[in-house]
T-cell receptor, first 108, second 113 residues
Framework: EDKVVQSPLSLVVHEGDTVTLNCSYEVTNFRSLLWYKQEKKAPTFLFMLTSSGIEKKSGRLSSILDKKELFSILNITATQTGDSAVYLCAVTGNQFYFGTGTSLTVIP | DVKVTQSSRYLVKRTGEKVFLECVQD?????MFWYRQDPGLGLRLIYF???????EKGDIPEGYSVSREKKERFSLILESASTNQTSMYLC????????????FGSGTRLTVV
């Protein structure tokens, strides 16, 4: 059965901390892995990863994919309260599969 | 900017009512999807459509139906709303295959009382 598993389910950190969110998957005909950020409304796109070992960066966020070990990580450095959100991992294969998300709370 | 618009942000309906959730996208996308999102369960696919008048069941179609009479519009219908259908409903669209990921609508939070 195809699945996407995210960990941890929730996380509380202080501003300035660095966090690592994990996404592992077992998906037939893997095509891409995507990260979304969801704040009280619809998810917004962060990254799409298709190749192993190539880091994608956007400001304080970065992500990398390991297609051999079937996982991805999303790093956030120097966290801010505005980073508080649910972070969703999704994998495309024959269909689109979502993880349940990691809820990140950044406290001042 | 690709836009996926859901007609209502918040809805409160009574048990047994027929409920229509509307979704419109403006980028000529072939594929449209309806999900519901519940705490601890993540996003679950209800129905999707690859083309006009075409629909496919997702993982949890029971109690729902859909309509796609025009390419830009995908409607989710709750034939007889029940309290266990209280949820956040998200519409999404994508061009071509799944490869490129979704563009989501802003969501409709439905409460059935």
């Amino acid at each position: 059965e195809d699945k996407v598993v995210q960990s941890p389910l929730s996380l509380v950190v202080h501003e300035g901390d660095t966090v690592t969110l994990n996404c592992s998957y077992e998906v037939t005909n893997f095509r891409s892995l995507l990260w979304y950020k969801q704040e009280k409304k619809a998810p917004t796109f962060l990254f799409m990863l298709t190749s192993s070992g190539i880091e994608k960066k956007s400001g304080r966020l970065s992500s990398i994919l390991d297609k051999k070990e079937l996982f991805s990580i999303l790093n956030i450095t120097a966290t801010q309260t505005g980073d508080s959100a649910v972070y969703l991992c999704a994998v495309t294969g024959n269909q689109f599969y979502f993880g349940t998300g990691t809820s990140l709370t950044v406290i001042p | 900017d690709v836009k996926v618009t859901q007609s209502s942000r918040y809805l409160v309906k009574r048990t047994g009512e027929k409920v229509f959730l509307e979704c419109v996208q403006d980028m000529d996308h072939e594929n449209m999807f309806w999900y519901r999102q519940d705490p601890g369960l993540g996003l679950r696919l209800i129905y999707f459509s690859y083309d006009v008048k075409m629909k496919e069941k997702g993982d949890i179609p029971e109690g729902y139906s859909v309509s796609r009479e025009k390419k830009e519009r995908f409607s989710l219908i709750l034939e007889s709303a029940s309290t266990n259908q209280t949820s956040m409903y998200l519409c999404a669209s994508t061009a071509g295959g799944f490869y490129y990921g979704y563009t989501f609508g802003s969501g409709t939070r439905l409460t059935v009382v």
